[in-house]
């Protein structure tokens, strides 16, 4: 339904239902956020582009956040975010 708010802790249980049951096998997951940097643009200049990190092992140790300092997959995205793109992302 559109206007419909949700808060974030039901897009996180989402995000983790979705991942459990669509990438169940392998790494398609990686193909997925990739194709996802090709579609934002990645590598034409002057497109959005979104980058992949992989945060291997032990994280980033001397991080200020403690997410980043535990193993995990970061994505960034450095394309422009407007305030119809919050409204969208949380409807």
Same mark, same amino acid.
């Given at each position: 339904?559109?206007?419909?708010?949700?808060?974030?802790?039901?897009?996180?249980?989402?995000?983790?239902?979705?991942?459990?049951?669509?990438?169940?096998?392998?790494?398609?997951?990686?193909?997925?956020?990739?194709?996802?940097?090709?579609?934002?643009?990645?590598?034409? $200049? %002057?497109?959005?582009? @979104?980058?992949? #990190? /992989? *945060?291997?092992? $032990? %994280?980033?140790?001397? @991080?200020?956040? #403690? /997410? *980043?300092?535990?193993? %995990?997959?970061?994505?960034?995205?450095?394309?422009?975010?407007?305030?119809?793109?919050?409204?969208?992302?949380?409807?």
């Amino acid at each position: 339904m559109p206007g419909l708010r949700q808060p974030l802790s039901a897009h996180i249980q989402q995000i983790r239902n979705d991942l459990r049951e669509r990438y169940k096998g392998g790494f398609p997951i990686l193909k997925e956020l990739m194709q996802n940097a090709d579609d934002a643009g990645g590598g034409v $200049k %002057g497109a959005s582009a @979104s980058e992949l #990190v /992989l *945060l291997l092992a $032990k %994280g980033i140790p001397d @991080s200020h956040h #403690v /997410l *980043l300092q535990t193993p %995990g997959l970061c994505l960034v995205n450095d394309g422009d975010f407007t305030a119809a793109d919050a409204i969208s992302i949380s409807s």
